[in-house]
């Protein structure tokens, strides 16, 4: 990552990507529709994906899942 502000980027998939995303409804500032948001994280993921590719940067890809426990032992490992 240019002039590292970062130690690492989590790219956390989009819950319209496992048919929960509520738009506004859980969130007033949400402007996307569920099928924007799920285009608009697939290519965000693939603009990270092609910047850790070149070794220039520490990203996580962690995808949608319906249940917190299942997220937070995924996130958590990165941590440890």
Known sequence: MRNARYDA????QTAAAI?????????ACRF????????????LKQLLHSHACSGRGNVTFCYAV????????VILPLYL
């Open 66 to 73: 319906l249940r917190f426990p299942h997220f937070i032992a």
């Open 32 to 43: 996307e529709n569920a099928d924007t948001a799920v285009r608009s994280g697939e290519a």
């Open 9 to 12: 980027v989590i790219w956390l």
């Open 19 to 27: 048919q929960i995303y509520d738009g506004s409804d859980s969130n």
